[in-house]
C-alpha cells in the first residue's frame, strides 16, 4: 500500500472515552503532522513530528496527545473530548524540504456527542 | 506570523466559463508557495509548487501564478469534474521545516 493511510475513516465518541487515531505512511518521508480542518476555517497544525521528535506543539489542548513511535507511524491518542473538537482530523507526510508540499491522508472525521 | 487569505470563499461556474481563484499572502522569506485541491471527505492533494515572483505552473485546465503578494490559480474551460475546494499555502523563512499556513480555500462548483 503507497501514500498516507489514516483510520479509522469515522469516529464517533463520548465526552467521557479513550480513543485514538492513527496514521501510516510509505512513503520514506521523515516528517508526519497532525492538521485539523473545521467547517468554515482554515486548516490548523497541531502537532510536527520531525525524525520522530516533536517539533511544534501548537497551542493544542492536553486532551489531545501525539505520539510518533517510529517514522512511517502516527497516532493522536484523544480523551475527555468536547463537542467542539468535531472536525476532520488529517495526517501528512513530507520529506523535510522538498518543495513539493505534503501528502495527505483522506482524514478521520471525528463527531463527539 | 504567516498570513495566507484566499477569494471568493466560493465561485459557480457554467461549464466552459474561465475563471480566477485568488490567493494573497504575508510572509517573511517566502520558501514556497502550494495550491492543493480537496474534494469533498477527502485530504487535500498536492496540484502545484511556485518558488518566486514570475513563475508559472500548468496541469491540464489549470494555471497557477506568482508575484510577490498574490497567487492567482486559472481555470480554463472547467469542467464540472473540477469542482472541489481549492486551498493556498505558504511556507516561509520563519518557520522550522517544512510547516505551511493555510488560507481558507475557494469552494469552486461548475455547472454543466
Known amino acids: 500500500e503507497t501514500g498516507v493511510t489514516q483510520t479509522p475513516r469515522h469516529l464517533v465518541m463520548g465526552m467521557t472515552n479513550k480513543k485514538s487515531l492513527k496514521c501510516e505512511q510509505h512513503?520514506?518521508?521523515?516528517?508526519m503532522y497532525w492538521y485539523k480542518q473545521s467547517a468554515k476555517k482554515p486548516l490548523e497544525l497541531m502537532f510536527v513530528?520531525?525524525?520522530?521528535?516533536?517539533?511544534e506543539n501548537n497551542s493544542v489542548p492536553s486532551r489531545f496527545s501525539p505520539e510518533c513511535p517510529n517514522s512511517s507511524h502516527l497516532f493522536l491518542h484523544l480523551h475527555t473530548l468536547q463537542p467542539e473538537d468535531s472536525a476532520l482530523y488529517l495526517c501528512?507526510?513530507?520529506?523535510?524540504?522538498?518543495?513539493?508540499?505534503?501528502?495527505f491522508g483522506s482524514g478521520t472525521r471525528l463527531t463527539v456527542v | 506570523e504567516d498570513q495566507v487569505t484566499q477569494s471568493p470563499e466560493a465561485l459557480r461556474l457554467q461549464e466552459g466559463e474561465s475563471s480566477s481563484l485568488n490567493c494573497s499572502y504575508t510572509?517573511?522569506?517566502?520558501?514556497?508557495l502550494f495550491w492543493y485541491r480537496q474534494d469533498p471527505g477527502k485530504g487535500p492533494e498536492f496540484l502545484f509548487t511556485l518558488y518566486s515572483a514570475g513563475e508559472e505552473k500548468e496541469k491540464e485546465r489549470l494555471k497557477a501564478t506568482l508575484t510577490k503578494k498574490e497567487s492567482f490559480l486559472h481555470i480554463t474551460a472547467p469542467k464540472p469534474e473540477d469542482s472541489a475546494t481549492y486551498l493556498c499555502a505558504v511556507s516561509g523563512a520563519n518557520n522550522a521545516g517544512n510547516m505551511l499556513t493555510f488560507g481558507g480555500g475557494t469552494r469552486l462548483m461548475v455547472k454543466p
Open positions: 510572509v517573511s522569506g517566502l520558501r514556497g
Open positions: 513530528y520531525s525524525l520522530e521528535e516533536r517539533v
Open positions: 501528512a507526510s513530507s520529506q523535510e524540504w522538498t518543495g513539493f508540499g505534503y501528502t
Open positions: 512513503l520514506g518521508h521523515n516528517a
